[in-house]
């Protein structure tokens, strides 16, 4: 597949996988909810923690697109750096991060440039967007992406990038093509840039019938 084919499926299916602009004129009534849900709506603490939290962290399954199908889980543990992933403007939220992890980013005994790193994060549930499963072995999993990689940035308090989230706020800096083919220098070390498959090389590709 050309590399022009997966910017165009990439700017396609996030949207898709993540949220759409709400449809106003298709606004139904909510059924199935408890009476005292209902009666408070949005004033509601519990449907508002709800909420946030499916906003965060709900893929809707689409692990089995980003992971079975894509792979990218492969890609990220072995390739992608914090750096890197901030440099195509993923975020990272700092109020997720440990006390410990924080004073080794001020210190620079946390190693940004590490995939490990980025591994890490996930499992800390602190990129903004990305929902990851890390085993007992430190290994990535599976992936999934969220509503809030598209409709959540940070604040930069801490430094360019890592910050307390700003759920709703359009993520500017998203570079969605980079996301995928990593811009000019690729995401996926090694991967088939000719073909825009992320990997070591188009034996791979061709092992997964593509």
């Not at 004129?25 to 909420?51: H, K, M, T, W, Y």
């Not at 894509?70 to 440990?98: F, Y």
């Amino acid at each position: 597949m050309l590399r022009n084919e997966w910017a165009i499926i990439f700017a396609v299916v996030i949207p898709l996988t993540a949220c759409d602009r709400p449809d106003t004129a298709g606004v139904v009534e909510l059924v199935g909810v408890e009476p005292a849900f209902a009666a408070q709506g949005a004033s509601n603490p519990a449907l508002i923690a709800d909420g946030r939290a499916i906003f965060r962290f709900g893929t809707f399954g689409d692990e089995t697109f980003w992971t079975d199908t894509l792979r990218m889980h492969e890609v990220i543990r072995t390739s992608v750096s914090p750096n890197a992933a901030l440099a195509v403007g993923l975020k990272v939220d700092v109020d997720a991060l440990p006390p410990a992890v924080r004073a080794g980013l001020l210190d620079g005994t946390v190693d940004l440039d590490a995939p490990a790193t980025t591994v890490a994060l996930l499992g800390l549930g602190a990129v903004v967007g990305v929902v990851g499963q890390v085993d007992a072995a430190n290994s990535l999993t599976h992936v999934g992406i969220t509503c809030a990689m598209c409709h959540s940035t940070v604040d930069d308090s801490f430094a360019p990038g890592i910050g307390s989230r700003l759920d709703g706020w359009p993520n500017r800096s998203k570079d969605a093509v980079a996301l995928v083919t990593g811009g000019n220098e690729g995401i996926g070390r090694g991967g088939d840039r000719r073909r825009g498959v992320p990997g070591d090389d188009r034996r791979q590709a061709r092992g997964r019938g593509e």
